[in-house]
């Protein structure tokens, strides 16, 4: 027998928040942006983008991350000038060296013998936990 479960929302018990996952993970940030850094194209729990500079932007969190240990991921395409796309990997990176990753804020760099911007759209996305 098959069974559909179709609703609008599912909330937590008081109906206030969401359900916590037991034994999952799931993604906790996305953000698809223009490659410079200047506009968020779709995002969830991203309010905000800073362009810190040629290929570096910060990803402010709508909703914080519990603790400093989560993990990103990002990537942004390049398309040469063959009109070929190259794929430029995002790493982590505190945008002033002396400052250390926060619950509030992500930083992404893309790299390929410098920083540089993706000059299509990029994407991040965040797994850890929420505060």
Sequence with gaps: MTSVLNVDTIA???????????????????TTF???GTAIRD????????????????????????????????????????N???????????NNLSSTRTTSQNHIGFWESAFADPNNDACCSVIGDLA
């Design 12 to 30: 937590d018990k008081a109906g206030t928040g969401p359900v916590g996952l037991t034994k999952q993970t799931t993604v906790k940030s996305f």
């Design 34 to 36: 223009a490659g410079d």
């Design 43 to 82: 995002s969830f729990n991203v309010a905000s983008l800073v362009d810190d500079g040629s290929g570096i932007s910060s990803h402010n969190f709508t909703n914080s991350m519990s603790n400093t240990h989560y993990t990103s991921s990002a990537a942004g395409s390049y398309i040469n000038d063959t």
């Design 84 to 94: 070929n796309y190259e794929t430029y990997l995002g790493i982590n990176y505190n």
